[in-house]
């Protein structure tokens, strides 16, 4: 067993069969957001998580072995989320509307 297979488990049924951190439900997709688009970093990752670094660093390195796979998952959840805002209209914005024709 290498030592990404220590950190990283593929389980069908869980987070939906996405890479994950092992013993986790944060996935490679959820750190390399955090880390590469919001700019945290490993060791902000990891105390705000409970994580170990090494965890960190081996999502990272999933992530680059298999870069096109994770941003694929990446871009199909935000359009997602489009789509669902799209049909689903906010909560907050209808209430603030109410209270300015109020």
Do not use: C
């Amino acid at each position: 067993m290498g030592t990404l297979d220590q950190h990283i488990d593929v389980t069908p049924g869980i987070v939906g069969g996405k890479p994950r951190i092992a013993g986790h439900r944060i996935t490679v997709s959820d750190i390399v957001i955090w880390h590469d688009r919001m700019g945290k970093s490993a060791d902000e990752i990891a105390t705000e998580y409970d994580l170990s670094l090494s965890d960190i660093h081996a999502a990272l390195a999933y992530y680059f072995d298999h870069r096109s796979e994770i941003d694929q998952t990446i871009n199909d959840g935000r359009e997602f989320l489009d789509a669902l805002r799209k049909t689903t209209p906010s909560k907050l914005a209808s209430k603030i509307n109410q209270n300015r024709a109020a």
